[in-house]
């Protein structure tokens, strides 16, 4: 019985070095080695160097002057220990209710944009930490943010669309935009937006 207690823990202990440390080690290198901007969290720094956040996980952004993310429904809002969606159905009257309030909004806040609010910008995505808009849903709000920031639409539409990115790899997903990529690009052409 010793001898079958001792092969079960020295079998245990390797595997436990293999699969707990040896292996997560060896995966930590290589994508330190293969991607290192990405395994270390794909920080994002302002002009003057400071992490203002990382490329990979959205943030809200409030002042008119900026581009808006998705709703969140992670927590209190992009909340990143508390990532999920509100896992309302299509039938919720909660969901309906807040859809409403927030095409209200958006429109009070765009009344220059004459296209329907995308629907992207009511609805959270599944993880609420979503950094990309389609590249309609950032030009819906260029007229908000150009007038936020005193200039000309077409102007703020030519900085959204020099930081549309294409489909990984060229076929998977879709041309999207980042959010916070794209309001320090604003920042960088038309100075800090104020309000």
């Known amino acids: 019985m010793q001898r079958e207690i001792g092969i079960a823990l020295r079998a245990t202990l390797a595997t436990l070095v293999l699969t707990g440390i040896l292996y997560p080690l060896a995966m930590t290198g ?27 996980i959205g943030q809200s952004f409030t002042r008119p002057g900026y581009l808006w993310p998705r709703p969140s429904a992670a927590g209190a809002g992009w909340d990143g220990t508390a990532s999920g969606g509100s896992n309302l159905g299509t039938t919720a009257q909660k969901l309906h209710d807040r859809a409403a309030t927030e095409v209200e909004r958006l429109r009070a806040a765009n009344p220059d944009a004459t296209d329907q609010v995308p629907a992207e910008l009511v609805a ?27 200039v000309d639409p077409a102007r703020v539409r030519a900085v959204i669309e020099s930081q549309i990115e294409d489909r990984t790899l060229g076929f ?23 309000e």
């Open 30 to 56: 290589l994508a330190r080695v293969v991607a290192s901007d990405q395994a270390a969290g794909s920080l994002v720094t302002d002009e003057r160097g400071q992490v203002v956040g990382s490329a990979l």
């Open 124 to 150: 959270a995505s599944a993880s609420g930490l979503d950094p990309h808009l389609s590249p309609a849903a950032a030009l819906w709000q260029a007229p908000r943010v150009a007038r936020a920031r005193k």
């Open 172 to 194: 998977l997903g879709e041309p999207r935009v980042n959010v916070l990529l794209t309001n320090l690009a604003l920042d960088r052409h038309f100075g800090r937006a104020r």
